[in-house]
């Protein structure tokens, strides 16, 4: 079972979350969010982690609107390998941002949405949802609707965000067949700052059967 840690800003949450068997990690570069990272110090983080031979199968970068051009030189700053379209991005913005791996996350609302994703699949590796909060991107702690995630016949990957915690993580996991799940504030002390007891407790709840890196 594969599980993102999002909204890392410290080389000591990245660490143990790897150590547990974190299969990415997510770095948020929306200057409004409070666990906004430079790009710099993930690029050190990941270095970090590289020289103890902790290497993440996703390093994830999180973007609400920003242009292609901050977004490529981000790329390249930070080590990430994986986009995380988080905001209002257009089917043909994410067109232009080839030769990047992109995710495109969607703040579910209606059912109605999920019409409007098929066209984005020839230019995604999967579809990230998460909870809608008006005039927020994120790291809300809201959950989302687990059963209209789960009626979503996507070609790609789905990755269930939202709300997630170690005390529900087992009943969202039974109920969306997802191909990742994502954590950020179910797992924090504060913002930007992981819990430790909380990532140990959500890494036990792990079906052996079901635990894959690829």
């Known amino acids: 079972m594969r599980i993102k840690i999002c909204g890392i800003t410290r080389t000591e949450d990245a660490r143990l979350a790897m150590s547990l068997g974190a299969w990415a990690l997510g770095f948020i570069f929306y200057d409004k969010s409070p666990r906004f990272v430079e790009a710099k110090l993930v690029r050190q983080i990941l270095d970090e982690l590289a020289a103890e031979g902790l290497i993440p199968q996703r390093k994830v970068g999180v973007f609400v609107n920003a242009s292609a051009e901050t977004i490529h030189q981000t790329v390249q700053v930070s080590g990430i390998d994986t986009v995380q379209l988080h905001g209002?991005?257009?089917?043909?913005?994410?067109?232009?941002?080839?030769?990047?791996?992109?995710?495109?996350?969607?703040?579910?609302?209606?059912?109605?949405?999920?019409?409007?994703?098929?066209?984005?699949?020839?230019?995604?590796?999967?579809?990230?949802?998460?909870?809608?909060?008006?005039?927020?991107?994120?790291?809300?702690?809201?959950?989302?609707?687990?059963?209209?995630?789960?009626?979503?016949?996507?070609?790609?990957?789905?990755?269930?965000s939202g709300g997630l915690h170690p005390d529900n993580f087992q009943a969202a996991a039974a109920t969306v067949p997802a191909f990742a799940f994502d954590l950020s504030s179910g797992v924090e002390v504060k913002p930007g700052i992981k819990d430790a007891d909380k990532l140990r407790k959500l890494f036990l709840l792990r079906s052996p059967s079901h635990d894959s890196n690829s």
């Open 88 to 160: 209002d991005e257009t089917l043909a913005f994410s067109q232009s941002l080839k030769g990047l791996r992109l995710w495109k996350a969607i703040r579910l609302r209606t059912a109605e949405q999920l019409h409007e994703l098929p066209s984005f699949e020839p230019y995604v590796e999967a579809f990230l949802f998460d909870a809608a909060v008006p005039g927020q991107y994120g790291g809300t702690g809201h959950t989302t609707d687990w059963s209209l995630v789960a009626s979503f016949p996507s070609s790609r990957p789905v990755i269930l």
